[in-house]
């Protein structure tokens, strides 16, 4: 149980952060938000890492943070991209699509994971929910293609994010989130160059968006130690469940309308987390 709450923990810090991050976006430069707040994350993460003991070398773990931070990186950009552009209560669903398939697929196939008759139907039951969170009403289709295509890549980006981060372990205490942050400001860093002239946002935004990294990077961190208490598939699973709060955002404060599907979807995603929680019987 102490694995599943901390996954949810992590869904709940994701969502608020991409919430916050995808407003920003709108306010300023999409690369250079993302960058800012893999900057803020990284800050975040380093002192994190100095707090908590680490319980052997933890090169093994800071090896496999650096593709989890180009995941990252490559997400963000791609996820504030289609925001900026886009709905919200569309583009991130979809990006948690490929973020718990391809997880999920490796932890099965390669990693050995075998989960519960309970949680294999909470399994069952999330990517349909995710899909039907993430379509929009007919009226919006065309404007809402943009963000689904932004929210395909960014969910590759997810996936091996989570991917990666599952094999660090958390033998080396929080130090593959930090390793992961330095990934993710390199691989975004070129993209907010490449901007003419490169555009920085005003102070007040600056610090929201470092804000939001440190958020993003906490929700990192508490996937990490829901992995090691947890079946990778199922945390990953539980952890993609950060769609849910930009959709409740979305449609409470920024007024955007739900479709009947849409409504389906985050009945069903409720009813996984009930699955996927619960004890075996």
Do not use: K
């Not at 196939?109 to 969170?133: F, K, N, Y």
């Not at 400001?185 to 490449?194: D, E, K, S, W």
């Amino acid at each position: 149980m102490t694995g599943a709450l901390l996954a949810l923990g992590s869904a709940l810090c994701y969502g608020i952060a991409d919430v916050a991050g995808g407003l920003l976006s709108r306010r300023a430069d999409f690369r250079t938000v993302a960058f800012l707040g893999q900057a803020g994350g990284l800050v975040c993460a380093v002192v994190a890492a100095l707090l908590l003991p680490v319980r052997e070398s933890p090169w093994h773990g800071i090896a496999w943070g650096f593709p989890s931070g180009v995941g990252t990186g490559i997400a963000m950009v791609f996820l504030y991209r289609g925001i900026s552009r886009g709905t919200m209560s569309v583009v991130v669903p979809v990006s948690a699509v490929g973020g718990v398939a391809l997880p999920v697929l490796v932890g099965v196939i390669l990693l050995g994971d075998r989960p519960s008759l309970m949680a294999w139907t909470g399994i069952a039951v999330v990517l349909p929910a995710l899909w039907l969170v993430s379509r929009s009403r007919s009226d919006e289709r065309d404007r809402a293609r943009p963000a689904i295509a932004n929210g395909l890549v960014a969910s590759a980006g997810i996936g091996v994010q989570y991917l990666a981060l599952a094999q660090a372990g958390d033998e080396a205490g929080l130090w593959p989130v930090a390793a992961g942050r330095v990934a993710a400001v390199l691989t975004i860093a070129p993209m907010v160059v490449r901007s003419r002239p490169p555009r920085f946002p005003e102070a007040r935004t600056t610090v929201y968006a470092l804000v939001t990294g440190a958020v993003a990077a906490t929700a990192l961190a508490l996937y990490l130690l829901a992995t090691a208490r947890q079946l990778v598939v199922i945390a990953v699973v539980l952890s993609s469940l950060y769609p849910v709060v930009p959709v409740l955002w979305g449609v409470t404060a920024l007024r955007e309308r739900l479709s009947a599907g849409q409504v389906a979807g985050l009945v069903a995603a409720g009813a996984a987390v009930l699955l996927l929680t619960l004890p075996p019987p």
